[in-house]
């Protein structure tokens, strides 16, 4: 048998990305980023559609919240990973036999491509009677309430964080009209100060809050997920 002289298979090549004209030299680190990234090779190998999906398994990992029979609400469920792996979760299809059936909604303000088992509704979170809507869809609170939401960049760090935190609490009001009592909140937030007063909050409405940043988190990334369990409704 020939034996591979190639190298390939033995180990993984380091792609980099040279500068094209009219591409910002940001916008090249994180392409090279994207290429090189484990995760993100995981997620076409595995077929997710993006490297979050293995942030909310790490996270439901540790915390447990992603159980048979929950109904779940997924805000801002652009593009669709989340959804993913929360349908094999909580039982959506019923392939785990004998355990309850999960009920999934995921919403947002653009076109989601569908995900089998996934209920998926146009509709921003934050206009009036949202979280009726979500109930009704629901035919009743929910379990838990997650949200991987990012604003837009700005560039600016500060501004950033501050925009994330404030998408962030607006999520936590929605979560506190649409959680069943003993029921979980899950959002990704970004270090950096403002996140204080969430926390403060949280602790009004919930018996535990916990923060998890997962192995799956870049390590550069200020980004890290709050955990609230036991809504006092």
Not at 100 to 111: K, P, S, T, V, W
Request: proline residues 3%; charged residues 25%.
């Amino acid at each position: 048998m020939a034996k591979n002289t190639s190298g390939r298979g033995q180990r993984d090549l380091k792609v980099t990305v040279k500068s094209a004209r009219g591409r910002k030299l940001s916008s090249t680190r994180w392409l090279q980023r994207q290429l090189n990234d484990p995760y993100v090779k995981r997620a076409r190998t595995e077929g997710f559609r993006g490297r979050a999906a293995f942030k909310i398994m790490e996270v439901d990992d540790k915390y447990r919240f992603l159980v048979p029979g929950a109904r779940v609400v997924d805000l801002g469920c652009a593009p669709g990973g989340w959804l993913q792996v929360a349908v094999k979760r909580i039982n959506v299809l019923g392939e785990k036999q004998g355990k309850a059936l999960g009920r999934l909604i995921g919403i947002d303000f653009q076109e989601v491509e569908p995900v089998a088992g996934a209920e998926i509704h146009l509709l921003d979170f934050m206009e009036d009677g949202a979280d009726e809507k979500v109930k009704a869809w629901l035919n009743g609170p929910a379990d838990v309430v997650m949200s991987d939401m990012a604003a837009s960049s700005s560039g600016h760090k500060q501004t950033d964080h501050m925009r994330i935190m404030a998408l962030c609490e607006t999520a936590a009001y929605f979560a506190f009209d649409t959680l069943e009592q003993g029921g979980t909140f899950v959002a990704k937030v970004l270090a950096g100060g403002a996140e204080g007063e969430l926390q403060k909050l949280l602790k009004q409405k919930f018996t535990k809050v916990a923060n998890y940043k997962p192995p799956s988190s870049r390590s550069d990334s200020s980004e890290k997920f709050v955990v609230a369990t036991g809504f006092r409704g």
